[in-house]
């Protein structure tokens, strides 16, 4: 069970040929069966409230989707074509740079035509998250039978 | 500029830049101001390259999706109250109807709720044809209290 289904350096080659994760930074730390995790280094531009330093909610939720994402493929055990159907995001804490947003991610139940992830994104206390977050994703894998619709 | 100065600047119909600059993120992704109103303004959001999540579709990342439509919500807010500093973000609920794909997004917002303390804004976001949104969200601010802001201007 602790087997990586997705080889960690197959998942950071797919993110470093995604444009938009490129382009935020994103660096993938762990794909386990069971969870994805990533970093993601705060940059000035990443401000959503200039006067008082505070990190813009948008990065986190990019960053939520990404890892939710790379959970459900490392669920799947390939980067099969994935669509988020919803995405809700609780903001718990402002987020003050510099240290770097950790989320991570689990893909809790999948199903032959849906997977449903959790995440939670902390800076440097996993028990003090900044975001908590569901998503929900379909899927196009055609092999997995874990549910009869 | 105060954000106060900066809002004046655009309902006069001035530089959107100015109000732009107090949120970095939405200026990095890019944000323009498409359609000047002062009620329900309508913004875009440029295609280009880099927000790109699945280039095999090609199709946008969905939080650039996101993110955009998180912007459009704040600066709505920014411009139609008399807020003096910017909302803080309490929760975001956003469901994707389809593909957005590689070319402008427009996003226009209402302002479903407005309590003296809480705000909730409606989102929706369309690319070439307005009538087949690619995503609606939700968001929740929460506001300054005005006698805050009062208290504060007042010290500075």
Redesign the interface.
């Known amino acids: 069970m602790n087997e990586p289904t997705l080889p960690l350096a197959l998942a950071q080659r797919f993110a470093a040929l995604v444009p938009h994760m490129r382009e935020l930074g994103l660096r993938l730390l762990r794909v386990e069966r069971e969870f994805a995790e990533a970093a993601l280094p705060l940059r000035p531009e990443f401000l959503g409230d200039r006067e008082r330093g505070l990190v813009h909610t948008g990065v986190v939720t990019s960053l939520i989707d990404s890892v939710c994402g790379f959970a459900v493929h490392a669920r799947i055990g390939g980067l099969v074509t994935i669509a988020t159907l919803d995405l809700r995001v609780d903001y718990l804490r402002p987020v003050r740079p510099p240290q770097a947003l950790i989320c991570r991610a689990e893909c809790y139940r999948l199903t032959a035509r849906i997977a449903f992830a959790r995440a939670a994104v902390w800076q440097e206390d996993p028990g003090a998250p900044v975001a908590t977050s569901l998503a929900t994703f379909m899927h196009a894998t055609r092999s997995m039978h874990e549910e009869t619709p | 500029m105060t954000?106060a100065e900066a809002r004046r600047a655009v309902r006069d119909g001035g530089d959107f830049g100015a109000l732009l600059?107090?949120?970095?993120?939405?200026?990095?992704?890019g944000l323009r101001l498409h359609q000047r109103d002062a009620q329900a303004p309508v913004l875009r959001l440029p295609y280009r390259?880099?927000?790109?999540?699945?280039?095999?579709?090609p199709a946008?990342?969905?939080?650039?999706v996101?993110?955009?439509m998180?912007?459009a919500a704040?600066l709505q807010l920014l411009l139609v109250l008399e807020q003096d500093?910017?909302p803080?973000?309490?929760?975001?609920?956003?469901?994707?109807l389809r593909?957005a794909r590689p070319e402008d997004s427009y996003a226009a917002c209402e302002l479903t709720r407005l309590g003296r303390r809480v705000a909730q804004v409606q989102v929706r976001c369309w690319q070439s044809e307005a009538t087949k949104p690619v995503a609606l969200a939700r968001a929740h601010f929460l506001l300054a209290p005005e006698a805050n802001a009062t208290a504060e201007h007042l010290q500075a």
């Open positions: 954000l600059a107090f949120v970095p993120y939405a200026e990095w992704l390259e880099a927000l790109v999540g699945n280039p095999r579709l946008l990342h969905g939080g650039v996101a993110g955009f998180e912007s704040l500093r910017v803080k973000s309490i929760d975001f609920s956003i469901d994707y593909s």
